[in-house]
């Protein structure tokens, strides 16, 4: 008799959440359950077009049980909660996202899961990990650094052949343990087994937070600069249109030399900030955003990626700037700036693109509290 499937609740049917749940469902060792708040009756009605180069295509995905609210979902025990709503905690903390489920009603009903979160930024679960002490003596939180471009519109999730997530135990502060415990790489094991045989390229790390850093320094500055521009990352780097090419983002032969001086220059010197900060929490040169001119090697491996006729993706925090809504700046933006508050290491270059930032999220949020 084969071992029973794993229960799996995915908070958010956003373009992340979407992937992930069907690659759960396509290992055969997962139910897959779903919350889609804005988009449940579009995906109740019409289901989801997975289009991935990936993981293929599928018309009409649902997932095993799918509800339009946390509450309606707290019905049953779940082995993990996989969070990939957006993380905007001046907003709405993700422990009020969850609290459904961290009342002491389920826990006392079904216990507590095991809940993994898939959202950008650094630091992002020490929210959630303190609510959860209230209502368990040993919360279980994993961390997630995913690399992956995909995106969404209506019902229809687009992805390209990219993908890589690591997966690890939330440790507080702790940034330089290099072994699991028994228990946490029996909890990391059974999520993994179940997304790597859906096709996903995950991976097992006890140090996750340097890998957590690793992915936030590449958001801090391409999605920074894209930001305080206002423009995608093909403004830094892609060539005017040549021989009947069409595309409408390019650096104009005007300011090439400028941009690649100081634009570019300043994406260096935004990426040394995080590097004395990452040298400070301990992560040893052997990291690759680490070595010797790794600012350098990350400007060219953009300029490859984006150089093409048909690059076309945007960091989420352009597209929620673009559509008015609040932006993922405190756990990119404003973690960073804490942490080397915190270890004494200056960051001048992240400071000052978070201080207009600010600005930036502060009149949004006017503008919607006036609505």
């Known amino acids: 008799m084969g071992a029973s499937r794993l229960e799996v609740l995915v908070v958010g049917l956003g373009a992340i959440g979407s992937i992930y749940a069907y690659v759960l469902d396509a290992s055969g060792l997962v139910n897959v359950s779903a919350v889609a708040r804005s988009n449940f009756d579009l995906i109740k009605n019409q289901g989801l077009h997975i289009k991935s180069e990936k993981f293929g295509t599928k018309e009409g995905w649902r997932p095993h049980h799918l509800y339009s609210s946390i509450g309606a979902a707290a019905v049953k025990r779940y082995d993990y909660v996989i969070v990939t709503s957006k993380c905007v905690p001046e907003v709405l903390p993700t422990s009020k996202i969850l609290e459904p489920l961290l009342c002491d009603v389920y826990t006392s009903a079904y216990g507590q899961p095991t809940y993994v979160l898939f959202q950008n930024g650094f630091d992002i679960e020490r929210e959630l990990y303190e609510r959860l002490r209230t209502v368990t003596e040993r919360p279980s939180v994993i961390s997630a650094a995913l690399h992956i471009f995909t995106n969404q519109a209506g019902a229809v999730v687009n992805h390209n052949a990219y993908e890589e997530l690591y997966l690890g135990v939330y440790r507080p502060d702790d940034y330089t343990t290099t072994v699991n415990s028994v228990e946490e790489q029996y909890t990391l094991d059974r999520i993994g087994r179940a997304l790597k045989r859906g096709g996903s390229k995950t991976n097992i790390v006890p140090e996750v937070q340097r890998y957590k850093f690793d992915k936030n320094m590449r958001n801090v500055v391409f999605s920074g600069l894209c930001v305080l521009t206002g423009y995608p990352i093909m403004a830094l780097f892609r060539p005017p ?73 945007k960091p989420s925090t352009l597209i929620d700037l673009e559509k008015g809504a609040p932006m993922e700046i405190e756990p990119v933006w404003g973690s960073v700036v804490r942490l080397a508050k915190r270890l004494e290491v200056a960051a001048p270059h992240v400071k000052m693109m978070y201080s207009i930032m600010l600005v930036k999220q502060n009149q949004i949020m006017r503008k919607r509290a006036c609505a």
């Open 241 to 313: 249109p040549q021989d009947g090419q069409s595309y409408e983002v390019y650096v104009h032969p005007a300011h090439t030399e400028l941009i690649e001086e100081y634009s570019l220059g300043l994406a260096e010197d935004i990426f040394e900030d995080c590097v004395r900060i990452g040298h400070a929490m301990g992560i040893p040169d052997s990291f690759e955003c680490f070595r010797p001119g790794a600012g350098r090697a990350l400007v060219e491996m953009m300029r490859k990626m984006f150089t093409c006729p048909d690059a076309s993706t």
